[in-house]
């Protein structure tokens, strides 16, 4: 791609940048250039992928269906694509992503090694001015962060933690080639979704594995298996309607909740459809459950209770099953792992859980670490210890808009949008994420092509801005907040609600509507003419 920023010191004038190439930046650039707009994509990474680039660690892979993940846009792209497993590892994922971009010919338009640092909005111009760690500049009049929601890695600031001398790894930034850990002594610190997928895969590898844990989840069975010549042919030819499905349901799964109240049904019956649910793949026993486990204290813990049985009846040793069974939070209340071998892991010999809340972590040390109780020695440590997740990725560029306000500062007690896709004084931003509570993807889409014909729309009708009021943005923010209060999503100290990290505002950041309401919102306010924004 010529690059006349690089070399002249000359400033690419665009009408679109999209920063970031995973899921949703890839779509985005699609469709703008599809509409017509000069647009470049700017990305941190080497290659396309965004979220299957970057977490390479081992056991890596979709817990949502992987017929449900993938783009519905392209009825081509899904026909050419064949999934191998049901629930896909990352490299087939980073593949999928590669051949998407490859299929459209998004990379010419993409640049690569692109960390954007900061973009400040030049009001008299009406252009914003992206500056890219690499010195690079380009200007443009639409900005799109598909910054991700769970691309912002957080590593505790544990004191010591560079005089280690053996190997360490953040799960999201795992090294392109493969790690032996063969005879090797390694701990890693964290229970969360990664931790869980890697932990049993590195166990079977590593002379010894510690595992740290703070806070123990409630993991579900993934149940993965390979997809059939069969199941394949019948992925084609019904892709339409396992969409539908998604669509109609309220997390864009192909399933839906039972609508009975959990303990209205009969004890026995109850009984039965739980296991009903633990026997069949991915998350069908949290979203396909009974719709008041997120909403009722006793349907909740009634299912809770159910899964810690089944923790402790897969756990050889009481103690360390008591360990794994949560107590301290609803079932759902944090992001449901699903793991495969999770919990065998810790009947091995070579596997020790140490509970940080009893003696939590001092320091990294050189020979590994040490907490109130001993140090431990390791030749590998491996941090899954999760994100800044949601606003991390934009809170962490320096974004300025009207007046030099800026955004870190806007939201320093959460986020504050307009359906998640804009905010106030900040004309000509959109926000290219999927915050709502739903299959990534499904929602996603609908995203992107809401702001992409949100500037059709502009266009058309000869405006060259756009930005929401302060009145919408109050009035979005207290209804993300009313929809949070009334669901267990919010409840446990997570990323949710920005609790992982510390000093991080306490702030809902998901919306935990049903993603078929997000959706009737989107469609209603362009129809409404973008009623809450402010056009010029
Ligand atoms: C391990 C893991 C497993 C997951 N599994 C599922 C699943 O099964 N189902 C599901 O629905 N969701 C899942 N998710 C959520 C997942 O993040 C989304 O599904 C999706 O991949 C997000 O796509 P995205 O394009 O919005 O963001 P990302 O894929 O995160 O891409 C954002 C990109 O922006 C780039 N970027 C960020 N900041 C900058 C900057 N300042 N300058 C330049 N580039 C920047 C990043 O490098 C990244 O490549 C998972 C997340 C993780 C971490």
Redesign the pocket.
């Known amino acids: 791609m010529a690059n006349p920023t690089t070399n002249s010191g000359t400033v690419e004038e665009l009408d679109a940048v999209v920063?970031?190439?995973?899921?949703?930046?890839l779509y985005q650039l699609y469709r703008l250039r599809e509409a017509g707009l000069k647009v470049r994509c700017?990305?941190?990474?080497s290659g396309v992928?965004?979220?299957?680039?970057?977490?390479r660690y081992p056991g890596?892979r979709?817990?949502?269906e992987s017929e449900t993940?993938g783009y519905t846009f392209s009825k081509e792209l899904q026909q050419e694509w064949n999934w191998k497993e049901h629930y896909s590892g990352q490299p087939e994922n980073e593949q999928y992503l590669n051949f998407m971009a490859d299929k459209f010919g998004l990379k010419r338009d993409i640049r690569f090694n692109?960390?954007?640092t900061s973009a400040v909005y030049d009001e008299k111009a009406n252009r914003w001015d992206v500056q890219i760690e690499n010195g690079q500049r380009l200007r443009t009049q639409f900005l799109i962060g598909?910054?991700?929601?769970?691309?912002a890695r957080y590593v505790p600031p544990f004191e010591g933690i560079d005089s280690f001398k053996g190997q360490s790894f953040h799960t999201?930034r795992w090294p392109k080639e493969k790690i032996d850990f063969t005879g090797k002594r390694v701990g890693v610190i964290g229970t969360g979704?990664?931790a869980v997928q890697l932990i049993p895969i590195v166990a079977k590898e590593v002379a010894h594995l510690t595992v740290f844990q703070r806070t123990p989840n409630y993991c579900a069975p993934l149940r993965n298996a390979l997809v059939s010549d069969e199941s394949q042919r019948r992925f084609k030819a019904t892709y339409d309607e396992i969409y539908q499905k998604c669509l109609s349901s309220p997390a864009g799964f192909p399933y839906d909740f039972d609508r009975r109240k959990a303990l209205d049904v009969p004890r026995e019956e109850r009984l039965a459809l739980y296991e009903e649910l633990w026997a069949q793949p991915g998350f069908k026993k949290w979203l396909g459950n009974f719709r008041d486990i997120m909403t009722d204290r006793a349907a909740n813990e009634d299912f809770a209770e159910f899964v810690r049985n089944k923790i402790r009846a897969r756990v050889k040793d009481p103690k360390v099953a008591e360990m794994l069974a949560p107590k301290d939070h609803p079932f759902g209340a944090k992001r449901i792992p699903l793991e495969t071998e999770y919990y065998e892991a810790y009947n091995r010999d070579n596997v020790l859980l140490v509970d940080i809340n009893k003696t939590p972590i001092e320091r990294i040390t050189p020979k590994g670490l040490k907490t109130s109780d001993k140090e431990y020695e390791f030749d590998v440590l491996i941090y899954a210890t999760g994100f800044d997740a949601i606003s991390g990725?934009l809170t962490?560029?320096d974004i300025r808009g009207q007046g030099g306000q800026q955004l870190r500062e806007k939201w320093a007690k959460g986020p504050r949008t307009v359906l998640g896709l804009q905010t106030a004084g900040f004309p000509n931003f959109f926000i290219a994420?999927?915050t709502a509570f739903c299959?990534?993807?499904i929602c996603?889409e609908k995203i992107v092509e809401w702001i992409t014909d949100c500037i059709g729309y502009l266009r058309n009708k000869n405006y060259s801005r756009i930005a929401p009021t302060v009145q919408a943005e109050d009035a979005w923010v207290a209804h993300v907040n009313e929809m949070g209060s009334q669901t267990f999503l919010t409840s446990a100290k997570s990323w949710f609600v920005g609790d992982n990290i510390p000093g991080k505002a306490h702030a809902v950041l998901l919306y935990a509507n049903t993603a078929p309401a997000y959706r009737a919102k989107l469609a209603e306010t362009a129809a409404k003419g973008y009623e809450g924004f402010e056009l010029r």
């Open positions: 920063v970031g190439a995973g899921v949703s930046g700017l990305e941190d990474g992928g965004g979220t299957w680039y970057w977490n890596c979709f817990d949502s993940y692109s960390h954007v598909a910054v991700g929601i769970l691309s999201s979704a990664t990725p962490r560029m994420t999927n299959n990534y993807t996603a």
